[in-house]
């Protein structure tokens, strides 16, 4: 499986636009997984994630004890408790998905020497992933 933190940009965004919109909290990434602190009540994140083409790995659910940092009440569980889980891409899911809104083409403009273009611009198409 390829890394999260390497797929491209418009992909790993909008999956983690998918968690922020169902309330749920990125915490970093780790391998093929981003790591997310789960909002309570848990049943409707769960379903979001299901409709935007996260799987959770069952055997990532942890739950880590509240330090100073006092998140928002609605990602505390059981009287101050994180709810932790790793979640990856689907095998189902691909980029050309309704969640993965196209990518503008980039396009990077070289100007001449001294800041003078002397008649001839160059535009070159820009690729990042």
């Known amino acids: 499986m390829q890394a999260f933190c390497d797929l491209p ?3 790993r965004l909008a999956l983690r636009d998918a968690v922020e919109d169902a309330r749920g909290y990125v915490a970093g990434y780790q ?3 981003v790591q997310v602190a789960i909002p309570h009540p ?5 379903e979001a994630m299901d409709d935007a083409g996260l799987e959770l790995d069952e055997n990532s659910l942890h739950f880590f004890p509240l330090g100073l ?7 505390r ?3 101050g408790y994180w709810l932790y889980g790793n979640f990856a891409p689907s095998p189902s899911f691909t980029p050309d998905s309704p ?3 196209p990518e503008p083409a ?4 070289y100007i001449g020497r001294n800041g003078r273009h002397r008649g ?3 535009q070159t198409p820009w690729m990042f992933d």
């Open 9 to 11: 940009d418009r992909i």
């Open 31 to 33: 391998g093929p997984y």
């Open 42 to 46: 848990s049943a409707p994140f769960f």
């Open 69 to 75: 940092d006092k998140p928002p009440e609605h990602l």
């Open 77 to 79: 569980h059981h009287r």
């Open 99 to 101: 969640e993965c809104p």
């Open 106 to 109: 980039k396009v990077l403009t």
């Open 120 to 122: 001839v611009w160059k």
